[in-house]
């Protein structure tokens, strides 16, 4: 579904991804994984099309789309839940969740998804009338998964989810995740510092260190290597 | 997109019972200004609210650029002077008829706000606001000095015609003018348009991230924003019969600032409100005309320190205590 080539990115003349190259296939989890500025939010970024790499390719379902304008990304069916929220923060919850749904038509569709967000983070519907920025960190961040699922996009990438949050919080958003995951059909794209939350419930995942791909397994698999457990897991 | 707000609405939001409150206000506007002309039939006072009225049409045309869509702009006098300048020089050297002018003056803030508007659309934050005020300083200069023989320079262009003649023609005229032109820009700004808009303020790559070209929007408040300043500028030529450098000073853009301040960025009537109030005052008090600069500086100042939000703050804390009174207001 997702296929990125042997991706370079530059800030100025600093090297900020080197050659990565990763797939996600339609249906899948995969997760990146990795430390402080090893260039995941910059990898997110640049196939929203918010950036533009220095030389690789990025397809989608076929096509080629780091040649487009960020917003003809998203008309494919990619929606980004930026790392530290983005949301609008002097609008209400119920106009961020309307701009999620910027692109649609389909009223039923909308309302569904609607109803369905607020399913998964009963709060929102509480707090529906009130300004983004009076939200607590988590709440925040859940009106941001929720602003992109209200795209119903086919990808969704989640740029560090957890950022910030207190551990109950970060508990709580992965089981909103894992409920997405179960539930929707949705093809997922993460990335986490903390990995041993996201790792289990991966299909696969990747770890990036200092722009590069230094490992890449089943979510499993990775969870039983030794240099992944020292380093990560703290095992 | 057309479904947006349709589905959304589906869950409630409960908001129309408020209605009948929110027109109110206007109204009663609307009826004390329609009365003004034979309650108080100075030709002074009736002169300075047909300057309100013009400047409200400016300020509300400034807030749908930099209140709501955040494209901080330094320079907004260029399009009304442009305008203005445009009217006066066909009309009496051109000999243009009147209407022809003033199409021809709308027509040339239109044209300078693409302009302006596609090489801002790259620009962010100061950049910007360099480049607008720059445009407009090229066009006080241009006015000012290098095409004296055409602008007049301080002694202007004279002798242009008028719709009708009269103050009190004038005031309702003028009065119908603004009360059209806010009502239409007040009806973009609470549309799915004007929430794009915000949206765009409060971070455009996660606006561009939910799909939304915000390149085409960007420039869709522009030459909103610039055609609405060119209409005011328009009617003010006719109206004042003459057009000196006055319209596209430093002075002028800074007075879409302060209105707006005054009233509440970003909220269409706050920046008109501000725009008539400071209007009324200073012409009430011509002696303050010559401190006029330090004074727009000194509201911007204690407004930025004190009532950022503007008098339209004061209108939402009385509801917030309104609420809470009632027992509404959550935690």
Redesign the interface.
Known sequence: MLQVKELTVHYGKALAVENVSLDVKEGEFVAVIGPNGAGKTTLFKTISSVIKPSSGEIYFEGKRIDTLPPHEVAKLGIAHCPERRRLAYRMTVMENLELGAYLRDDREGIAEDLNYVFELFPILKERKNQKAGTLSGGEQQMLAIGRALMANPRLLMMDEPSVGLAPLMKERIFEAIEEIKMERKVTILISEQDASLVLPMSDRAYVMETGKIKMEGRGKELMDNDYVKVTYLGL | ????????G??G?GMGLMQPKKFAVPLVFVAIATIIPFIAPSVYLLHVLILAHIFVIYAASWDILTGYTGQLNLGHAMFFGLSAYVVAITNTMLKTPLFLSVLMGVASAFILSVAVGLPCLRLRGPYLAITTFSFSWVLFLLASSAMIWLSGGEEGVRGVKTFIVGTIPNYYLSLVLMLISVYILYRIASSETG??L??IK??E???????????RYKLLAFLMSGTFAGIAGAFYAQYMRIVTVDVVTLELSASAIAFSLVGGIGTIIGPAMGAYILTILFEGFAWLADYRVLIYNLIIVSFVLFLPGGLMSLRDLLRRREEEGGGVGGA
């Open positions: 997109m057309r479904g947006m707000r349709q589905g959304m589906q869950v939001q929430l794009i915000k949206a409060e971070d790559d996660a606006a561009m991230a939910c799909g939304i070209d915000t390149t």
